[in-house]
């Protein structure tokens, strides 16, 4: 039975079986999440990804999909990047969102993973609410189909915390 839990805290500093990327469709670093995990993680990240690039993802990795790399230094088996979408008044992009979460888990489950970390994706340069992107993030992987066992949401920041300490309540969690 997959558990759900809720860390206010910095995601480079889990130890975890897969931690998940906020990256951009690049693959080779940015800010935010993706930055802090390019630098804790070191070179080998950004050789993996720019092996990616240069094999089956030429033009980047889309929105809603995910991809694994080394950890490299983390203290983690596994990166999974996951592109998610800038959010948008007039476009409904709900479904790009869950898939960066069910699309992890189907990485990790891959894996084999049992642990994996998961930051608020899309939330920071990105301007998904965060009210709005915890209740997707929370209902999608509440629902998946997966072998993991533990869905750890490291959330940078008080702001991020009690948004998803509401939604886990809401949905009585």
């Given at each position: 039975?997959?558990?759900?839990?809720?860390?206010?805290?910095?995601?480079?500093?889990?130890?975890?079986?897969?931690?998940?990327?906020?990256?951009?469709?690049?693959?080779?670093?940015?800010?935010?999440?993706?930055?802090?995990?390019?630098?804790?993680?070191?070179?080998?990240?950004?050789?993996?990804?720019?092996?990616l690039r240069a094999s089956h993802y030429g033009r980047g990795l889309p929105a809603g999909q995910a991809v694994a790399t080394t950890a490299g230094?983390?203290?983690?088996?596994?990166?999974?990047?996951?592109?998610?979408?800038?959010?948008?008044?007039?476009?409904?992009?709900?479904?790009?969102?869950?898939?960066?979460?069910?699309?992890?888990?189907?990485?990790?489950?891959?894996?084999?993973?049992?642990?994996?970390?998961?930051?608020?994706?899309?939330?920071?340069?990105?301007?998904?609410?965060?009210?709005?992107?915890?209740?997707?993030?929370?209902?999608?992987?509440?629902?998946?189909?997966?072998?993991?066992?533990?869905?750890?949401?490291?959330?940078?920041?008080?702001?991020?915390?009690?948004?998803?300490?509401?939604?886990?309540?809401?949905?009585?969690?």
């Amino acid at each position: 039975m997959l558990r759900i839990t809720l860390v206010q805290g910095d995601i480079t500093h889990e130890s975890v079986d897969a931690i998940v990327n906020a990256a951009n469709s690049s693959l080779l670093g940015g800010g935010g999440v993706d930055g802090a995990i390019h630098r804790a993680g070191g070179p080998e990240i950004l050789e993996a990804c720019r092996a990616l690039r240069a094999s089956h993802y030429g033009r980047g990795l889309p929105a809603g999909q995910a991809v694994a790399t080394t950890a490299g230094r983390l203290d983690a088996r596994r990166v999974i990047h996951t592109v998610g979408p800038v959010w948008s008044h007039s476009e409904d992009r709900s479904d790009v969102l869950a898939s960066c979460y069910r699309e992890s888990l189907r990485v990790a489950d891959e894996l084999g993973a049992r642990s994996v970390a998961f930051p608020a994706v899309s939330t920071g340069v990105y301007r998904w609410p965060m009210g709005d992107a915890a209740r997707i993030a929370l209902t999608t992987v509440r629902d998946a189909e997966t072998s993991v066992e533990e869905a750890r949401f490291v959330l940078f920041g008080a702001q991020a915390y009690e948004a998803f300490q509401d939604a886990l309540a809401a949905l009585g969690g």
